[in-house]
């Protein structure tokens, strides 16, 4: 039975949509009481549309008359109403509660468009699979591309930090969420794609108190995304997947550059490729004040030979002129992209090696400067 909502606040705050199956007699009372409490609230009921949807991948050969379509239709009803058919699902942030089919046919019909480059018992798979993302920049791009590709069925997202308005350059969302934690911000628009899709948020971040409940509290990771800006916390979460055999990959939205670690296949490969010094600690690197400091370090794992021209400027100006180093929207899109791609082939069991690899756009597509 659907939680009965409380006060203002709790039709404002929160992550979760609520759910009502008007079948069940309680859902329905709740409902009314919420329908009741806020008039103002915006009802969606495209559920005929989903339906005939439904019906069409039924019969994927056939093309359905209208008297067809209305027959399967009451079939598929079998005496109820269009109302106690499917789910009711409430968004408090938006005030609106939206008709839609429940979690089996809506996964279906959403999906089907996999097919099949992800086959049915792929997606069967992948809906038992979970992935922890820490670092919601390049993570929100990761976070949003697994949801709509629906290639896990647990997302575990976490990050201490709230929007601000010069994240607007790499962060797909609007000006309304400004001041809103980020955490917030991704689970709310997974639930806005699949209100199916469990999300687990660590409002916090990843920390030494959290970061074994982030790994295991409902069941271990199959895969850690990491794409954080503390090196320490790069550090504490590769520690924690390494002990678990948890495979972590890592973009850092400069020239396509992919970080894969399969700990899951040899539990010996070192941390960060060996990049770091072993006997460097997640708090040595707290200890650390400045960002000229921690440089240091970031600049192995960045791949200081490596990194573009244009980083290494930024990079420069750390301190001086800006206070971090760079990311561009389109990076950042195309890191969640390469993440989302090779995390969903990690999950089905490709063998894919440890390493390093770049998805350079500008070498690939090459133009008259170079960059």
Not at 120 to 136: D, H, M, N, P, S
Not at 272 to 290: A, C, N, V, Y
Not at 332 to 350: E, S, T, Y
Request: glycine share 8%.
């Amino acid at each position: 039975m659907a939680s009965v909502l409380r006060g203002r606040a709790s039709l404002v705050d929160g992550e979760r949509p609520y759910f009502y199956r008007l079948a069940e007699e309680g859902d329905a009372a709740a409902l009314r009481m919420l329908l009741a409490a806020d008039a103002d609230i915006r009802v969606v009921d495209q559920l005929m549309p989903q339906l005939r949807d439904s019906i069409k991948l039924e019969h994927p050969g056939q093309v359905l008359t209208e008297d067809a379509y209305r027959a399967a239709i009451a079939h598929k009803l079998g005496g109820r109403t269009e109302a106690e058919y499917g789910v009711w699902v409430y968004y408090p942030w938006r005030r609106q509660l939206v008709h839609m089919l429940d979690e089996v046919e809506f996964t279906r019909v959403r999906t089907i468009r996999n097919a099949y480059k992800i086959t049915f018992e792929e997606q069967a798979l992948l809906r038992t699979k979970k992935v922890g993302i820490i670092g919601l920049s390049v993570g929100q791009s990761v976070s949003l591309c697994i949801a709509i590709e629906r290639s896990a069925g647990e997302i575990r997202i976490a990050d201490f930090d709230t929007l601000e308005l010069s994240n607007l350059n790499r962060i797909r969302t609007g000006v309304h969420n400004l001041g809103l934690k980020k955490t917030t911000i991704v689970a709310r628009e997974i639930a806005e794609i699949d209100p199916f899709i469990k999300v687990v948020c660590f409002h916090e971040g990843i920390n030494e108190q959290n970061a074994d409940a982030f790994f295991d509290d409902g069941g271990a990771l199959d895969l850690l995304i990491e794409e954080c800006d503390s090196v320490d916390i790069k550090l504490l979460a590769r520690i924690k997947a390494k002990q678990r055999g948890i495979p972590v990959l890592m973009d850092t939205s400069d020239r396509g550059m992919v970080d894969i670690e399969r700990y899951d296949l040899d539990g010996s490969y070192p941390v960060l490729h060996g990049l770091i010094d072993p006997s460097i600690t997640p708090e040595f690197i707290r200890s650390l004040k400045s960002a000229q400091e921690k440089l240091e370090y970031v600049m192995p794992i960045l791949g200081a030979d490596t990194i573009s021209e244009r980083m290494k400027s930024s990079l420069m100006e750390l301190g001086k002129s800006i206070t971090t180093w760079p990311q561009l929207g389109g990076d950042v899109a195309l890191g969640g992209a390469l993440c989302a791609n090779v995390g969903r082939r990690i999950l089905l069991g490709d063998h894919i090696d440890s390493g390093r690899t770049y998805v350079d756009v500008n070498e690939i597509i090459p133009g008259s400067s170079k960059q």
